[in-house]
């Protein structure tokens, strides 16, 4: 039977309003089909997966969720198990996966980044206005519209190739969009559909209260605001960053894809938002999500990325926050930007000081009881560690603290297990007088600064142990806390974040991952009016700024910067905004030394982070570029030995041939992972292109910087272009010198230098032998 559109519109809506009408038994799948398959009788890919269920007796008004068709080709439904082998064994499906669970990867920017020194004003002011045609889609928690930085009264109307809408839902009317705000849309199904089965912990009554785009959590507020927030004067958190907030794109557009609830962000919502946003027509996509390595074609995001990026779309994912470790990157796919997170120049100092008079320093937020109350006089107060009498109190786990052991003292909490603003939280609940949150050699040295709801100062792991060592002396140890405001100009910066995820890319190592780092640490921006800083229940202070750290908010930068490229330059392809984000990054200090790692101090690398930290003046003009074409991503896809529908599922093409000679290492990126496997592959050789997008003529020579365990050859040695557009291969040959139980990564550099431009890509080589 036939579809009509209002019929098929029916099923999804009844489906949307029955999220649990198929019962417990269902689980959400993602079905990927060959639209070479779809019968001319449909005439859109949402009737055909709508009737190819009803051929398979699968009822769609009660099983199916989305059909995609702008990002991917497929559908999610809620299927029993017995639907999985009929559609399994349909010449018209590809591919069936089950859905799968993300997370979010939980103004100072601006001027760090340089976008507002004088020298770069006029170029940034003509972005600003050519920056109207770009839509930045943000798919995350939401966005609370009324903040004031969604304010576009100044703006004209949005461009004309606009399709987005402003969905009615739970406390949001189509009119809470504007200029600034364009588009708004939720998408829960998938959510519903996996709630369904688990009524027993309230997954369904929750979710229903959060039905519309409408940000309760703050997260996606925060997000879609340091991507392309207006400008707002005198914005702070309770006083700590006081100054002038603005996005990195404030003269962009903003559409706000909620995908992300307090339960998580289901795939097939994450792919239903991409699609939709694809469909809208946004110009950049910011996701600051993920989930864990996976083939692509089992990774939602990297699927949805594939068909965004080949509509002309670029779009950013927050590398993770599971660092220090290593191969812990997440969004590892080449046609996307992973982005993880360093240091701004701003800090929030406090201290711990010690009867002896000794000051040790840590950060804080803390701001007093209230909005309006100021923070109380220091004054030396009674030191408690395991104020319960076992490890868990050391901790400060919910219930583990004697409220007769800690009452009116200083509790000294160890960082790890439950969330920092809890630990104070159960401090304050117990009756403590106020906190130490100290590192542990998990966190090192890393300093994230929170707004507490009692006095309390956070350390790093050298200083936490001195104060360990102190309270375990005996007697009656004393500390005194006090808060040194906000202080600029911190030197070293940036620093890679301890959090950030880092490389070897664990699903091709080949492709070197993260590909560069932006501010992620104690950052300024928007907020929810209905959640406090801490976003704990029992927080009642509320503000219009907040200050939260995390590679979700490292990833928004990349997102409002790239937003400024494509202004810049219309007919760039997302990979070649990657490749110039990429090739003008740096790699030292505002001391001029080598990046270090927030961990333990020591050098960073391109494993931690990538090509370096984003420059946007330069990332402007970057002289030359790494393109890719779709099909360079088809050819790479073919290396990787997948099988012809996993790759049609990734791509949506029914019609490609593979490529006899290319491998992974050959996809044309702006950077290299060398991989010595074994004894015989001790050469290695690669090529490259290079496109002018600089002065039309222009010469550039080679400059190699490599470890003594790697010999590298580049030929040619120099390249000659003679126009704008004109493409130059090179070939690199790496002879690993190596003994065969080289064990530890080495790391160099391959850069094109001329008096106005240097294009520098990062090299990383492992051996495997």
């Known amino acids: 039977m036939e579809l009509t559109l209002p019929l098929l519109l029916a099923i999804l809506s009844l489906a949307t309003a029955n999220g649990n009408a198929v019962g417990g038994n269902t689980t959400t799948y993602i079905v990927f089909m060959d639209p070479a398959r779809m019968p001319a009788v449909h005439a859109s890919p949402a009737r055909w997966h709508a009737a190819h269920l009803e051929s398979l007796s699968i009822d769609p008004s009660r099983h199916l969720l989305y059909s995609y068709s ?93 399709k987005g809408a402003c969905e009615a839902g739970v406390d949001f009317p189509p009119s809470t969009c504007g200029r600034k705000l364009v588009g708004a849309r939720s998408f829960s199904r998938g959510l519903r559909a996996a709630a369904s089965g688990a009524d027993a912990v309230g997954v369904g009554r929750r979710a229903a209260t959060f039905r519309s785009a409408r940000d309760r959590d703050g997260h996606g507020t925060h997000t879609a605001s340091t991507a392309a927030g207006a400008v707002v004067a005198n914005a702070s958190l309770l006083g700590y960053a006081t100054g002038t907030a603005r996005g990195m794109a404030p003269g962009a557009r903003v559409a706000a894809y909620k995908v992300c609830w307090p339960e998580g962000c289901l795939g097939s919502d994450i792919l239903a938002g991409i699609d939709a946003a694809v469909a809208d027509g946004v110009g950049v996509l910011s996701l600051s999500l993920g989930g864990g390595a996976a083939p692509y074609f089992r990774d939602t995001v990297a699927v949805g990325a594939f068909g965004a990026a080949a509509a002309g779309v670029f779009v950013s994912c927050s590398a993770g926050n599971s660092g220090p470790s290593g191969a812990t990157v997440s969004n590892s796919a080449p046609w996307v930007a992973t982005v993880g997170a360093g240091t701004l120049d701003r800090d929030f100092p406090a201290y711990v000081t010690l009867p002896t008079g000794a000051r040790l320093a840590g950060v804080s937020l803390y701001a007093g009881p209230s909005s309006s109350s100021p923070s109380p006089r220091p004054a030396m107060l009674p030191l408690v560690y395991g104020g319960g009498g076992d490890n868990a109190s050391k901790l400060c786990l919910s219930g583990t603290l004697d409220p007769a052991a800690v009452r ?96 070897p890319n664990t699903v091709v190592p080949e492709i070197l991952k993260p590909d560069m780092i932006g501010p992620g640490v104690n950052i300024l921006a928007g907020w929810t ?118 790759i049609q599922v990734i791509t949506k093409m029914s019609n490609f041939s593979c490529p006899k000679k290319f491998r992974p290492g050959d996809l044309n990126y702006p950077s290299f992972s060398v991989v010595f496997k074994k004894k015989s592959k001790r050469v290695m050789k690669f090529r490259r292109e290079l496109t002018n997008v600089g002065p039309a003529a ?72």
């Not at 939260?548 to 990833?555: E, N």
């Not at 110039?580 to 333990?600: E, F, G, K, Q």
């Open 70 to 162: 702008a990002a991917a080709h497929g559908f999610a439904a809620a299927l029993l198990p017995d639907h999985l082998p009929l559609l399994r064994g349909s010449p018209e499906v590809l591919q069936v996966i089950p859905d799968e669970v993300f997370h979010l990867h939980t103004t100072r920017s601006p001027e760090f980044l340089g976008l507002l020194t004088p020298a770069y004003q006029p170029a940034i002011g003509n972005l600003e206005v050519a920056s109207h045609d770009v839509v930045v889609g943000v798919l995350d928690t939401g966005v609370w519209p009324e903040s004031p930085s969604f304010a576009g009264g100044n703006l004209p109307p949005p461009p004309a190739r606009w």
């Open 408 to 503: 009116g003292k200083i509790v000294l909490c160890d960082r790890g297990v439950n969330a920092r603003v809890e630990k104070g939280a159960v401090v304050k609940a117990a009756g403590g007088a106020g906190m130490v949150l100290a590192n542990t050699a998990a966190s090192g040295e890393e300093l994230v600064a929170d707004s507490h709801l009692l006095p309390a100062v956070a350390v790093g792991r050298t200083v936490g142990d001195k104060i360990r060592e102190y309270a375990a002396r005996g007697g009656r140890p004393m500390v005194m806390l006090s808060f040194g405001g906000t202080v600029l100009g911190v030197r070293p910066s940036p620093v890679v974040a301890a959090f950030s995820s880092r490389g």
């Open 529 to 646: 009016a209905v959640a406090g800083p801490t976003g704990l229940a029992k927080d009642g202070r509320r503000t219009n700024f907040n200050i939260i750290s995390g590679t979700s908010m490292s990833c928004p930068h990349i997102s409002g910067v790239a937003a400024l490229l494509k202004a810049a330059h219309p007919n760039w392809s997302p990979a070649a905004i990657k490749s110039a984000l990429m090739t003008t990054a740096y790699t030292v200090d505002n001391t001029n030394s080598s990046l270090r790692d927030a961990a333990d101090g020591s050098l960073a690398n391109a494993f931690a982070y990538g090509a370096g930290h984003v420059d946007p003046q330069k990332a402007l003009s970057p002289g030359l570029v790494y393109d890719i074409s779709t099909n360079d991503y088809v050819a790479f896809l073919c290396s990787l030995d997948y099988s012809a529908p996993h």
């Open 698 to 769: 222009s010469v550039y020579n080679v400059k190699v910087t490599s470890p003594e365990s790697v010999s590298v050859t580049v030929t040619p040695t120099k390249l000659t272009f003679k126009k704008v557009g004109q493409k130059q291969r090179y070939y690199v040959t790496f002879v690993s010198k190596a003994g065969q139980g080289q064990a530890k990564p080495d790391f160099g550099w391959i850069s094109w230098v001329n008096d106005e431009h240097v294009v520098c890509s990062p090299v990383a080589y492992t051996w495997k032998m």
